[in-house]
């Protein structure tokens, strides 16, 4: 249970920081510069998380697929908190307040859609699987190199 608490909070201070690194350069980014720093974040977010994991964990299948499911939680999370901080400072606050009393799930469907063609987004799919499978394989990789005590 420790790992998977471990491995949570860092799942949130990489989401965090990912947030931040969103809201600080949004303005230069292109689309193919979002979706690269995207599938980052959920390969970094994995990786961590997969090696928090194994390193508490060991051998525990359990912790293994609750860190599978805390990265792609935590790459998702850092892509839809990115964006109403994003509008906030474009806009105003008050105006993601109003954004989100109107319509509490828009930045879960503006990850989920493309910009250009408003249909599915495959990048925002492709970086969940990033996560979960590397932290999957990270945790399982480090919690079979450790003894078990």
Request: hydrophobic share 55%.
């Amino acid at each position: 249970m420790g790992a998977v608490f471990l491995a949570f909070f860092a799942s949130v201070i990489v989401s965090m920081l990912y947030s931040g690194l969103i809201l600080a350069t949004y303005k230069d980014q292109s689309v193919t510069t979002a979706n690269t720093l995207y599938l980052g974040h959920a390969l970094i977010n994995g990786a961590i998380v997969g090696c928090l994991i194994g390193m508490v964990g060991h051998r525990s299948n359990g912790a293994w697929i609750s860190g599978a499911i805390i990265a792609a939680l935590g790459a998702f999370f850092g892509y839809t908190n990115a964006i109403p901080l994003v509008f906030a400072e474009a806009e105003s606050p008050s105006a993601v307040w109003d954004l989100l009393g109107y319509e509490p799930f828009w930045p879960a469907k503006a990850w989920w859609t493309d910009e250009t063609t408003d249909g599915v987004d495959w990048f925002s799919l492709l970086g969940l699987v990033l996560a979960a499978v590397a932290a999957w394989g990270i945790a399982y990789l480090v919690g079979n190199r450790r003894r078990q005590a």
